[in-house]
């Protein structure tokens, strides 16, 4: 694989003038000495190298992308034209708010709105990411418990189908992780989770629908046994494509709710950021949240410091706001008719692949799915496992799902196929499983070998982790 | 129908493959108490066309951008951004993939994943980086709570002279986490104490060139700190002329990413630095990108030392962070492959020099010198006259933007205000400044 360290340097065209001492008083040893080791390279070069790379990497733009709890649909080309209005993006985030009102406007309506969404009173837009979320979530929560004088309340409740960012996030912040284990049907056990609450419970963090893609149907009975025993319920907002502008996470007895705009309001991943996950409070955990918060007079947007019981700041201005505005243009686009077909279609999809494929593999929970459902590669065929059914994904052109996650679930293919498919490109990957299920009885080397149709089939993880290379080793 | 494909008739058909006859059926299994409870937004479905006109009534309320030249930083510089990486980010290939977590359809992001790691190892002199966290702020905070897993501490030393918003969030971090902070004074030069440390410190973080603008000479420290970690919070192009902090034995090396060809948008998405030797790697957060090779003895990438990570360590990962900045990243690594070592260097210089410029002119106007005589790169502080804030409004009037001074107050500085100049500022622009600071 070449790197562009690899490329024939052209010559340098800086003038020797140009790289003379350019800080007057420095001390001689706090110069530079060592020359960078980054090639001089001319535009076409850098051009074809990084149209090269794309070429190797799979976008959405390139087909189905059932990655399950990543929500991996459509990103509209509209979002990217709007922030790169130098309007926008040319903005530094000290300037006077009487300069910058045009952003600080889409920043309050877009909290208002997502407050609607979630059914909550209050949000902050600081959080970079999901499980930036989370832990903001956990901060807040932490305060919450401090300003009352229940320090003792330290534990985390989360059940053993969670995100590994749920029990992360809770550790990081402090707490104590107690983990449930979810009912044969991968539902919250209620009485068990009854037996574990009690004075050292801050709270539960529950991803709704659950990383099954099923509803928890005594939802409400769980967050008020929580609220009972004086925890807080945190929401874990991955699978919000499932139900968003038909119920609200507030509604169902959350405290806290963190969105994820990378998913469910359709910013693009990045190949792994930047993301955005705003989080959604009930009116207790308001005055806890973080400054400076975006407030209207009326007439002019402005920022307050003024909260004294806030946590700080997660974020050192106002968090991913290039992300924010492509969110709120989606949902201007969208309004109230389009969020409910947005997760209708979700829902649609996921249940129609779901059908097509429940006789060819194993389906551990067989009923109505929301966005998402989970199937195990167990019992395919012998000595086919759930890696050789994704990697043979890749030869038919498809993006794997997730997979072993939930932990739950033995060989785990955790599959969201979206709103943004037609129902021919979800019948391909219907199809495409199928034809894989059969190769895994008849021709399992096929599985095993896959992919044969990447610029690289299977790479030795081992190698990577013993012997690790992690940057270019030029030659000294 | 916005973004939504299929078909009413294939919606027809999927709804009766699966035994349905309508979309609300799909939603039975949500108690109906809670579906009852649903309230519209009060929200209209816009057209394309509709969208981009809201966006554009907006942008003609940000006039900051297009009416004012910029001389604010505190982390965050206006430089130019080359159309090469705009371009190499608008390809969809890049900008709408995942985390690559299947490396066979992945080698697009994962090469320029290894590309990113060698150019900051590069500029900071460590031995390995990240692929990137958030920002500047939490890499920095993500730093504190790494040196006390390592030297299963809860107590660090922090240089005063960090800039507010990172402060504020290590500040954050550091009352979840329970870690005693410890406020390192600023010197008469400018640059940080480290005499009197106390005992048991876990890390010392310092910022440099720190928020007075004054390079800090960090030479010497790493012996007076003990077995304490050295963690350097840097600005990635002044690394093309400063030293790197790896020469003054720095364990862990920080930073701010924006300058290295992302725009500015408000604050967000920025572009968390984050360095260290290879013997921590077992202790540092977020994802990091191997060479390797695959069955057939090809070389290719993939990502590796996962076993830090969230999705398999759960509460015993190193961090909890799993959507980073991995786009920003690809920014930042096609700017430094578009301007290599000497345009790197030329961006560094032209900035300080102009800086430099300023920074002389003003000192030309009576009662306007500098706060302190440490060097500094692109970035100063000069004590005036008047009150400050009459200038920044002055500047604002002239169509200049500096920094709010009230940023300054908070490190104990009064009366002076902090002023950035990068490659994109002009001697006109230059000139026009100092009159307008003078007349002030």
């Known amino acids: 694989m070449t790197t562009i360290f690899d490329l024939p340097s052209v ?15 420095l001390e001689p040893a706090l110069a530079r000495r060592k020359a960078l080791r980054v090639p001089t390279l001319a535009e076409p070069q850098i051009a074809r190298h990084y149209t090269k790379l794309s070429r190797m990497n799979y976008g959405v733009d390139d087909g189905l992308y059932p990655l399950g709890s990543c929500t991996m649909k459509y990103n509209p080309k509209l979002h990217e034209q709007l922030v790169a209005m130098p309007e926008f993006a040319d903005v530094h985030p000290g300037t006077p708010p009487r300069l910058a009102q045009g952003t600080l406007a889409a920043l309050h309506r877009m909290s208002v709105l997502l407050a609607a969404i979630a059914g909550l009173p209050a949000v902050t837009l600081q959080p970079s990411a999901g499980a930036h979320g ?30 590994g960012t749920n029990p992360a996030s809770a550790a990081l912040a402090g707490f104590r992780v107690l983990e449930l284990k979810s009912l044969s049907d991968g539902t919250v056990d209620v009485d068990a989770l009854t037996n574990v609450l009690d004075e050292h419970t801050a709270g539960i963090m529950l991803t709704v629908p659950n990383t099954l893609g099923l509803f928890e149907p005594r939802i409400r009975e769980v967050t008020a046994r929580v609220h009972e025993a004086g925890g807080l319920c945190y929401f874990d907002g991955a699978n919000l494509n499932s139900y968003i502008g038909r119920a609200r996470p507030g509604d169902m007895g959350a405290d806290v709710f963190h969105f994820n705009l990378h998913k469910t309001l359709s910013t693009p991943h990045g190949g792994g950021g930047p993301g955005s996950g705003p989080v959604a409070v009930a009116e207790h955990l308001e005055p806890f949240l973080p400054v400076p918060r975006i407030d209207f007079d009326g007439e002019r947007y402005g920022l307050d410091w003024s909260p004294d019981q806030t946590i700080g700041s997660v974020h050192p201005y106002f968090g991913n706001v290039g992300v924010i505005l492509k969110a709120f243009a989606y949902l201007l686009r969208l309004g109230d008719q389009g969020l409910a077909e947005v997760s209708a279609y979700a829902c649609l999809h996921a249940n129609y692949l779901q059908h097509r494929l429940k006789d060819v593999y194993k389906l551990p929970y067989d009923r109505l799915c929301k966005h998402e459902f989970v199937l195990s590669g167990e019992g395919v065929a012998e000595g086919v496992t759930t890696t050789d059914i994704a990697k043979r994904l890749i030869d038919f052109g498809f993006h794997p799902p997730t997979v072993y996650f939930p932990l739950i679930v033995h060989q785990a293919l955790m599959i969201e196929p979206t709103e943004t498919e037609t129902k021919e490109s979800l019948d391909a990957f219907a199809d495409a499983m199928v034809a894989i299920a059969k190769e895994a009885a008849n021709h399992p080397e096929r599985l095993h070998e896959a992919p044969i149709s990447t610029p690289v089939r299977r790479l030795d993880q081992t190698q990577a982790a013993r012997e690790p290379i992690l940057r270019h080793p030029f030659e000294t | 129908m916005r973004y939504i494909p299929t078909s009413d008739a294939d919606r027809e058909a999927m709804l009766s493959a699966i035994g349905l006859s ?45 009416a004012f030249a ?9 430089h130019y951004v080359p159309a090469i990486v705009p371009y190499v980010l608008s390809r969809s290939e890049f900008a709408t993939a995942y985390t690559p977590y299947q490396p066979e359809i992945s080698q697009g992001t994962l090469t320029a994943m290894f590309e990113f790691q060698t150019m900051i190892c590069e500029l900071t002199g460590m031995e390995i980086a990240n692929a990137s966290l958030y920002d500047g702020a939490t890499a920095l905070a993500e730093a504190a709570l790494m040196a006390n897993r390592i ?17 504020r969030v290590l500040q954050t971090y550091a009352w979840a986490a329970e870690i005693e902070l410890i406020e390192l004074p600023i010197g008469p030069d400018g640059r940080t104490v480290f005499d009197h440390l106390p005992e048991d410190l876990s890390a010392v973080l310092v910022q440099s060139p720190n928020a007075l603008g004054i390079i800090e000479d960090l030479r010497g420290v790493k012996d007076a700190i003990g077995d304490a970690l050295l963690v350097v919070s840097v600005h990635p192009i002044s690394l093309a002329i400063i030293e790197p902090p790896a020469s ?9 990413g924006q300058p290295l060809g992302l725009t500015r948008s408000f604050g967000g998405p920025l572009l968390g630095l984050f360095a260290t030797q290879e013997r921590y790697i077992r202790h540092m957060p977020g994802r990091i990108a191997g060479r390797t090779s695959d069955v057939d003895g090809r070389s290719g990438f993939t990502m590796t030392a996962q076993t830090r990570e969230q999705h398999i360590r759960r509460q015993r990962a190193t961090s909890n962070i799993c959507t980073n900045s991995a786009l920003c990243a690809l920014a930042a690594t096609v700017y430094m492959a578009s301007l290599g070592a000497d345009g790197l260097a030329r961006v560094a210089s032209a900035s300080a020099r102009r800086a430099h410029d300023l920074c002389d002119r ?3 106007i009576s009662g306007v010198s500098r706060l302190f005589p440490g060097p500094f790169f692109n970035e100063f502080t000069v004590r005036v006259p008047q009150d400050p804030s009459r200038i920044h409004r002055a500047l604002q009037q002239g169509g200049f933007l500096i920094d709010d001074p009230s940023d300054l107050s908070r490190l104990g500085v009064e009366n002076a205000v902090r002023i950035a100049v990068t490659e994109k500022r002009t001697d006109e622009e230059l000139k026009r400044f100092t009159r307008v600071f003078e007349e002030a």
């Open chain 1, 11 to 25: 010559s340098p065209t800086a003038r020797r003038d140009d790289l003379s001492p350019a800080i007057p008083g």
């Open chain 2, 362 to 364: 003003l000192e030309q």
């Open chain 2, 248 to 256: 003054v034995g720095a364990d862990i090396v920080v930073g701010e």
């Open chain 2, 70 to 78: 910029s001389f604010q930083g505190g982390g965050i510089y206006d």
């Open chain 2, 151 to 167: 030297r299963r501490r809860h107590r660090i030393a922090v240089s005063r002279a960090l800039f507010a918003g990172v402060a």
């Open chain 2, 22 to 66: 309508s979309l609300d059926e799909l939603f039975a299994d949500i108690p109906a108490e809670i579906l009852d409870g649903n309230k519209p937004l009060g929200l209209p479905s816009l057209t394309e066309q509709e969208v981009a006109a809201t966006f554009s009534q907006l942008a003609q309320r940000n006039p900051a951008a297009r």
């Open chain 1, 134 to 163: 989370e832990l903001t979530g956990m901060f807040l929560m932490k305060r919450f418990f401090e300003t009352r004088g229940e320090k003792e309340r330290n534990t985390i409740i989360l059940t053993d189908s969670a995100h």
